[in-house]
């Protein structure tokens, strides 16, 4: 397998995981955010990621996702589910239940909390790889999972048989650009701070952008088909955009994946709802500032 071997490119949305108030799965409300995405210009759909609440879910549940996000797709694009896990033998499990649910390919990050080095980060990922049913994407997000996949690594890890593509989230553009440029004839690079440079990704060359902003802002889509059409002045002020909710969801006491269901619910679009903990809600004085700040940046029609 190589980049060739799949056809993953453009937007793909990592959406939330909606709830119900018992706290178990929501697949209506998943499967209503899931199809207004592909309306509104997704070309898949990663379930069950960082913004997916991924550390909540059991096993069983983590495979149930990816049977509803594959049911609500209904083949119009790849599903990916995040597979993330300490244990390699819990990654190759997801991988199979994935498979089995119709899932094309598994997002994978290195170990998590214990730091590691590049021997065991490389040694995790080619036990991945042995032992997968599906297509690996790496994960690249060093801010949540404690192990950084280098440019260096990543080129390392493009050799393997089932690895096809990285989704590159250190937030860093050199980092980024690095990674881009080792491995782009082998594997296909995803942007995921697309809300911060997805302009200059996409016209330096990356596959496909893969960011939670599109769960409350169709201009994340947009930034992408824009840029690929060329209307560059649009494509700019959809960054400029995409910079300043960046900015919104992570201050004034937010933090990401609860800020992006607050906007959800307040902007009447399905998938929001309570995270789980030990994520709590948003309320107070930090929900009233989200509030505000998405009446400037955006209206109601641009969400969906």
């Not at 609500?72 to 190759?92: K, M, N, Q, S």
């Not at 949540?144 to 050799?159: F, K, M, R, V, W």
């Not at 393997?160 to 881009?180: C, M, Q, Y």
Request: with cysteine; hydrophobic share 50%.
């Amino acid at each position: 397998m190589d980049r060739n071997t799949i056809d993953w490119a453009g937007p793909m949305p990592a959406i939330t995981t909606p709830f119900c108030k018992d706290g178990s799965l929501d697949e209506e409300a998943l499967a209503a955010n899931i199809d207004r995405l592909m309306r509104l210009g997704a070309t898949g759909i990663v379930a069950g990621g960082c913004t997916g609440e991924f550390w909540s879910l059991t096993l069983a549940e983590r495979a149930a996702l990816a049977a509803h996000a594959v049911r609500a797709v209904a083949g119009r694009g790849p599903v990916l589910l995040g597979a993330a896990a300490i244990r390699a033998a819990e990654v190759v499990e997801l991988s199979h239940a994935a498979a089995e649910a119709g899932a094309d390919g598994v997002l994978v990050t290195p170990p998590f909390f214990v730091q590691l080095t590049r021997a065991e980060i490389v040694a995790h990922f080619a036990a991945v790889d042995a032992g997968s049913a599906l297509p690996v994407m790496l994960y690249n997000i060093p801010v949540n999972a404690g192990n950084a996949i280098t440019p260096e690594i990543a080129s390392e890890l493009a050799d393997l048989p089932r690895v096809v593509a990285i989704k590159e989230s250190s937030g860093d553009w050199n980092s980024f650009h690095a990674t881009l440029a080792a491995c782009r004839d082998r594997i296909r690079v995803f942007c995921g701070p697309s809300s911060m440079f997805g302009v200059p990704a996409v016209l330096a060359g990356c596959d496909g952008l893969i960011d939670c902003f599109p769960n409350v802002w169709a201009g994340c889509l947009d930034l992408w088909h824009a840029t690929r059409a060329g209307d560059l002045n649009r494509a700019w002020a959809l960054q400029e955009t995409g910079r300043a909710l960046t900015a919104l969801f992570v201050s004034g006491g937010r933090t990401l994946y609860p800020a992006t269901k607050a906007a959800m619910d307040h902007l009447g679009l399905p998938g929001g709802g309570a995270p789980r903990p030990p994520l709590m809600p948003l309320s107070g004085g930090p929900l009233r500032e989200l509030i505000a700040g998405l009446a400037r940046l955006v209206p109601r029609g641009e969400a969906s």
